[in-house]
């Protein structure tokens, strides 16, 4: 892990779209926790595949699919390897953390869950780790629990005990939430989720594209995450899993690719991962993928999250500053995400005011609306961070903010 | 395009001091809706007249934008005492001057509400005005379709 600071200004210019004006006015775009910009590498590598091997891959006797093939499966070692998976068979491609999550409830809950089994998830849920869920508790009779949070926004460990007991079988929870910016304690989360006998799926959007995270330290069973989110391209999502798991799932989606041997009457499955990729996959996207993971492991992760916490620290300070402002989540350990409420000025007249400023910020209940009822309010504004924002974004953003008080008072 | 194209002073000020905010005792509308969009919220009380053929009085409640809550305030104003058929027309011809669809004589009927024809050049902000005009629709339809199923059950009768 290298440790010199990240060249933000060299960086910059890796991201063609950071040169675009906005309504005339520099582009300072702050909304990375809904998606990433793409580095000029990964446009240019998926654009490649399309001049230079497009085939479908597996099975293509001919030079172009092998090609295809090999780099769609090195784009799955690549991921094995920075996620620190033991093994390729453990990283299925799908079109993202949704549907990753979606997998998870459709094979893995249909299977081992049974009417009045328990799966316990955090009050801090994203719509894509709360609603899959919901309909499977519908469908099998299964109790959902949820994990209150504290006042701060954090989780309280000694609160999940109690919570567990003997008929939960899986608890799934957001490793950083993208709302409060909250650092959930996973591995700890994993351990005693294990202790009861229960399987554990973190909800990884938040974190796999801002720090290093290792599956086998967490000892997850399941770990989601997107492309789109790490500078990867939109349609290509993760699901690790552990092989003692994936071996024992039916197939989420059928049909070709998925298979080994097919006649009239039955089907046998393909090995993993592929038993799991239904159909021609999304080949540009895991390449896409693949090429952001070299670019950020370039970097090195060390650098991104040291590189954002002083971001968020900075930020945090000039907001502190303000009159009439609410901010919501931990003021310390949090991620690149803030969300806040400036008195008097509701966030979507805020974040139309910033974008006049070129400045893009998000408003609204960034799917968690159980959570935005808990925090009393209908919506918040949020800014989040990633490694090409600079102090020039934030100063850009804390002056569109004092304009739009300003503005408002009138 | 300008922001003041959006906040028009009037707009700003229906926001701050809110008409016809509350509830009406017994409406024969009470209609709410949700905007999936931003999560904002609107409650619609309406009283008709005592023939059931104009609208007498509206209030709204409920959280949400300046431009949502404007747009309430101001269409609270603007529909007392219509006809229910022409307040239906009117919805109409306020989401068609959002679309941009509208003629100059046809804007002039709308009156003070000219102030939201801005917000058509904000397209993700339209809904934040239309939602309360979509709101009373609703509750319009909602209104007729029960009548008209209680007027055919007393011809049952």
């Not at chain 1, 009050?123 to 780790?129: A, D, F, K, R």
């Not at chain 1, 899986?170 to 700890?188: A, D």
């Not at chain 1, 202790?195 to 989601?224: K, R």
Request: proline fraction near 4%; aromatic fraction near 8%.
């Amino acid at each position: 892990m290298q440790e010199q600071e990240l060249d933000v200004e060299q960086i910059r210019r890796d991201f063609p779209i950071l040169m675009r004006k906005i309504r005339g006015k520099r582009l300072a775009y702050l909304d990375n926790a809904a998606t990433t910009q793409k580095p000029a590498k990964v446009i240019e590598a998926i654009a490649e595949y399309y001049r230079r091997y497009n085939a479908n891959i597996h099975r293509g006797a001919y030079l172009l699919s092998e090609e295809a093939t090999a780099a769609y499966e090195e784009a799955h070692a690549k991921v094995a390897r920075f996620i620190g998976a033991e093994e390729t068979a453990s990283i299925i491609f799908t079109r993202n953390c949704t549907e990753a999550i979606n997998l998870v409830a459709y094979s893995w809950g249909r299977t081992f869950l049974k009417p009045g089994d328990r799966i316990v998830l955090t009050q801090m849920e994203h719509h894509s780790n709360l609603v899959p869920w919901l309909q499977l508790a519908k469908e099998k009779g299964i109790e959902i629990a949820y994990w209150p949070i504290e006042k701060d926004g954090t989780l309280d460990l000694g609160r999940l005990d109690s919570l567990l007991g003997d008929k939960t079988r899986l608890v799934s929870v957001t490793h950083v939430s993208n709302v409060l910016g909250t650092i959930n304690p996973v591995r700890e989360i994993a351990e005693r989720a294990h202790q009861a006998g229960a399987a554990i799926l973190i909800d990884a959007a938040q974190s796999v594209p801002h720090f290093a995270v290792n599956v086998q330290e967490l000892n997850c069973d399941f770990l989601a995450f997107s492309g789109h989110k790490m500078l990867g391209p939109t349609g290509i999502g993760v699901l690790y899993a552990k092989t003692k798991w994936l071996e024992k799932m039916p197939p989420f989606l059928s049909g070709g690719d998925m298979i080994s041997d097919v006649t009239f009457e039955e089907a046998r499955w393909n090995e993993l991962p592929w038993k799991f990729e239904a159909g021609t996959p999304n080949i540009a996207g895991g390449i896409g993928l693949a090429a952001a993971i070299d670019y950020l492991s370039a970097i090195g992760m060390e650098a991104v999250w040291r590189h954002e916490q002083q971001l968020v620290e900075y930020t945090l300070a000039r907001l502190k500053e303000m009159e009439d402002i609410r901010i919501f989540g931990p003021l310390s350990m949090r991620g690149g995400v803030i969300s806040f409420e400036l008195k008097g000025i509701h966030p979507h007249d805020l974040a139309t005011f910033m974008d006049m400023e070129g400045v893009a910020i998000r408003a609204g209940h960034h799917c968690a609306q159980p959570l935005m009822s808990i925090l009393g309010v209908p919506a918040t504004a949020r800014v989040s961070f990633y490694l090409y924002n600079n102090k020039e974004d934030v100063d850009q953003f804390i002056q569109a903010l004092n304009k739009a008080k300003e503005y408002f008072k009138r | 395009m300008i922001l003041d194209d959006l906040y028009q002073e009037i707009i700003l000020d229906h926001y701050k001091n809110p008409r016809n905010r509350g509830k009406l005792e017994k409406p024969d509308i009470h209609e709410h809706l949700k905007n999936p969009f931003c999560g904002d919220e609107i409650d619609l009380d309406v009283r008709l007249n005592e023939n059931k053929t104009a609208i007498e009085e509206i209030r709204f409640s409920g959280k949400g934008c300046s431009i949502s809550q404007a747009s309430a305030s101001m269409l609270t104003e603007f529909l007392k005492d219509k006809p229910i058929e022409e307040a239906r027309r009117l919805v109409e011809l306020f989401k068609k001057m959002l679309r941009g669809e509208t003629t100059p004589e046809e804007e002039e009927e709308l009156g003070e509400l000219q102030a939201f024809k801005g917000v058509s050049k904000f397209p993700v902000r339209i809904k934040c005005a239309t939602l309360v005009w979509n709101i009373l629709e609703q509750g319009l339809n909602e209104f007729s379709r029960q009548n008209r199923s209680s007027e055919t059950e007393s011809k049952k009768t």
